[in-house]
């Protein structure tokens, strides 16, 4: 990470900057160790560019169209992020972006520097490039076609670009036809020679409908006036053929030049040229709004005004470095810190701001504005960040969390539903289960609780027990009679395993404000995987719909992706263990502890523990259940961090979905895990640094931090655990406990 620190304090331009810079580079404060390039590669999802913690605005390279000797029409593939780091050819920097996600949305609103003579065909105009550097809240790379470097940092709400251009003629353009998404509709107009304002339309996530189409709105100003400027538009069909792109008037592609006009369609854009007579910078702040042009403006005004890049930056480098302060870490190499704040940074991504600085935001269904005091969050990949995320989330920054919760009563109340994987006011539906629940318990539960909990309450009964017209829990009445899904339904075994644990984690709640029918019924309910355990198998599978076993099943089928019967997303192996909350109770359907360690043993022995996906990613912390094993937890644990999670773009499993991956290292390398989902508690293994320091938030806990030390006399099995100097007798600590302990020490043999 200290090379990356040497490139930037070289290439930076200003001396207020490389002062500022070498600073940071000899402090090694947290945020200088985030390496955004990480997850760029092997399907990580993850993109390179700067954004604001939880911010609204991102800007990315987008370098997954036209790649380079295989060139790439719009519609002709869609990817699921916009870079992807083996690729050499770049046709723009998007300013909106979805990190660690498997479905294609955003990636749109393309700023591209060009020299010469205008050229607005992408796969003509895009060029090769070198010398990236990328930190947390900036990103620089060199154009080698042009000779021109950009560098890019953002606020919550406006993505900021500042371009160093050679003598001569120079453009930048703004092209709303390429993205990540195959919406028709756009909207680009001229305000005057240092302003842009427009529309583009997103919202076919995982393929939805494109009636759910949603507007993301801009303003785009200059530093300096452009001599020339104008609009163009690309029509969608051309004598029944798809139009191929060209420069000029020849009827395909029409250029109208100096004109404020307003131009929509499909594929549309806008320029500004300059004419220098020395190299010249010229920077570019582009402010977004999901409500309104006037908001996209003042959101780029007040977050930003007169500000340099240099002074966007700064602020934004100290948010970023004050949030991930917020655990410090002691101990430990260059590499282990790296992946560590770098995991961390991506954990403060998503869930991320939608309302606007005014309060504005659009309400879910789109047909009203609503106003918040607060912050609005979207992007809620509920199916994965359940687990551990937002446990994490709960933990280090509550306040954050409790928006969160209201964000999601807010849907409530203008959708009649929970969330399930919402994302920037339009309800996707997406993957199973009824994941808000196991969320809004896990915070309440911790404490945090200044938020209306009877409603979350309520609605969560609503979710778990209306049989007709419920987007939440599609066979709801099945699961209820037979305590179960069939093969009537798809992936019915993990449905009914995510249906199991909400149902317990609503148990939980029903519990703590004293409903006890409400505890029994649905902690009676959370037991229901039994009837799909086979014996024989000694794991679980799916059934017909008069009950009998399915035929033929194939316990493997499913894994890497692959289509089956019974599970989404995973296999028979892969969901055996998915019963967090009863572990115990698996444990003796399988016939003991023996039983219990060898099948589980043998996921991993014979590798079909899949540490890229979310059923199992808490297996390898299930042998803290049966005693003497505790040490196979410890071995794989640490195995895993340093097989699948290294400083270099590849260095994730595989997709972070909106940051889990990343948490569940996170939690790893500080040597402890949320085991359940809903259950306030943590099982512990070896911390991987020395010392570990969690700050606490003094509005939800009485401590001011907790740390975590590791005492190693050799390297092996954990010996003991103490709390405050105390044996814990216990790999597994209480919440309110690990809060209130003041320090937990792990002392090895």
């Known amino acids: 990470m ?75 593939q869609w990817l699921s ?94 092209n709303l036809g390429l993205g990540l998404t195959n919406e028709e509709g756009s909207m680009i107009k001229v305000v005057s020679s240092t302003e842009i304002e427009g529309m583009r339309s997103v919202g076919s996530f995982c393929y939805n409908s494109p009636e759910d189409a949603y507007p993301v709105y801009f303003v785009a100003k200059f530093s300096k006036p452009a001599e020339k400027f104008g609009v163009w538009k ?44 020395k190299q010249e910078t010229v920077e570019v702040k582009i402010g977004i709004s999901y409500v309104s042009i006037e908001n996209a403006r003042e959101n780029l005004e007040k977050e930003t005004g007169d500000k340099s890049f240099d002074a966007v930056y700064k602020d934004t480098y100290k948010e970023w470095n004050d949030e991930l302060s917020k655990i410090l870490v002691e101990g430990g190499s260059e590499d282990d810190k790296t992946i560590f704040y770098t995991a961390l940074y991506h954990t403060l991504i998503h869930p991320n701001t939608l309302n606007d600085v005014n309060g504005e935001y659009p309400q879910i269904k789109r ?116 305590g179960y899904l069939s093969t009537n339904y798809p992936g019915p075994v993990s449905t009914t395993l995510e249906y199991n644990t909400s149902d317990y984690a609503i148990s939980l709640l029903a519990k703590a404000l004293g409903e006890k029918e409400d505890y029994k019924r649905f902690a009676k309910r959370s037991l229901s995987y039994q009837k799909l355990f086979d014996k024989n198998l000694k794991l679980l599978r799916p059934r017909i719909a008069n009950g009998n076993w399915y035929e033929p099943f194939d316990p493997e089928a499913g894994s890497n992706f692959e289509a089956n019967v019974g599970f989404i997303e995973g296999n028979a192996w892969q969901y055996a263990f998915m019963v967090p909350h009863d572990i115990k109770g698996l444990m003796k359907l399988m016939g003991g502890d023996k039983p219990f360690t060898d099948q589980l043993q043998k996921v991993f022995d014979t590798k079909k523990f899949d540490m890229a996906n979310e059923p199992d990613i808490a297996y390898p912390y299930l042998f803290n259940y049966v005693k003497g094993e505790e040490w196979r ?117």
């Not at 390179?48 to 390279?61: L, Q």
């Not at 992807?84 to 393309?110: A, D, K, M, R, W």
């Not at 950009?150 to 606020?155: D, H, L, Q, R």
């Not at 504005?369 to 989330?393: A, C, E, Q």
């Open 2 to 76: 200290f090379s990356i620190s040497k490139k930037l304090i070289l290439k930076t331009a200003c001396s207020f900057c490389m002062l500022f810079f070498s600073i940071t580079s000899f402090a090694q404060q947290p945020a200088d160790y985030v390496n955004p390039f990480i997850g760029t590669s092997n399907f990580g999802a993850a993109f390179p560019g700067p954004i604001a913690p939880r911010g609204m605005a991102s800007i990315s390279p987008f370098n997954v169209a036209g790649v380079k000797n295989t060139p790439m029409e719009k519609d002709s």
């Open 81 to 174: 992020n916009p870079y992807v780091n083996e690729n050499t050819f770049l046709t723009g920097f998007s300013q909106v972006n979805l990190s660690g996600v498997g479905c294609p949305e955003l990636g749109v609103i393309l700023l591209m520097p060009t020299t010469g003579n205008l050229e607005i065909d992408h796969l003509k105009y895009g060029s090769t490039y070198s010398n990236e550097v990328a930190k947390a809240g900036y990103y620089s790379v060199d154009l080698k076609k042009y000779k021109v470097k950009g560098e890019f940092t953002a606020s919550k709400r406006v993505g900021v670009s500042r371009f160093s251009f050679p003598k001569g003629q120079s453009n930048i353009l703004i």
């Open 234 to 277: 690309k029509p969608s069909k051309y004598n029944g053929v798809e139009a191929q792109w060209m420069s000029g008037y020849n009827g395909k592609a029409r250029i109208m030049k100096n004109t404020i006009k307003t131009v929509v369609g499909d594929s549309i854009g806008s320029y500004f040229s300059y004419k220098f007579d």
């Open 367 to 482: 047909t009203k504005i609503g106003k918040t005091d607060g912050t609005r969050y979207t992007v809620f990949s509920l199916w994965d960040t359940y687990r551990n995320m937002h446990p994490l989330t709960s933990l280090v920054y509550p306040k954050q969390q409790s928006d969160m919760i209201k964000s999601m009563l807010k849907m409530y109340d203008e959708n009649g539903w929970l969330p399930k994987w919402e994302l920037n006011s339009t309800e996707t539906f997406t993957m199973v289960g009824d994941p808000a629940s196991i969320v809004i318990v896990d915070a309440c539960l911790k404490g945090i609780q200044d938020f209306d909990v009877y409603k979350a309450y309520y609605a969560m009964l609503k979710g778990a027990d209306q049989i007709e017209n419920n987007p939440l829990r599609p066979g709801l009445k099945e699961y209820i009679e037979k």
């Open 633 to 749: 937890s410890q071995e794989l644990v640490k195995k895993l961090v340093q097989e699948y999670f290294q400083n270099k773009p590849k260095g994730l499993p595989g997709n972070d979905d909106t940051g889990t991956m990343s948490a569940w290292l996170v939690y790893s390398m500080m040597g402890f895990y949320p085991i359940s989902p809903g259950d306030p508690i943590y099982t512990i293994t070896t911390p991987m640094f020395d010392k570990v320091t969690i700050k606490l938030d003094s509005r939800y806990y009485k401590k001011e931090n907790i740390v975590i030390e590791k005492e190693i006399n050799t390297d092996g099995k954990i010996k003991t655990i103490e709390l405050n100097g105390k044996p814990l007798n216990s790999y597994f600590i209480s919440h309110d406990d690990f809060v209130n302990g003041g320090t937990l020490k792990v002392i090895q043999n």
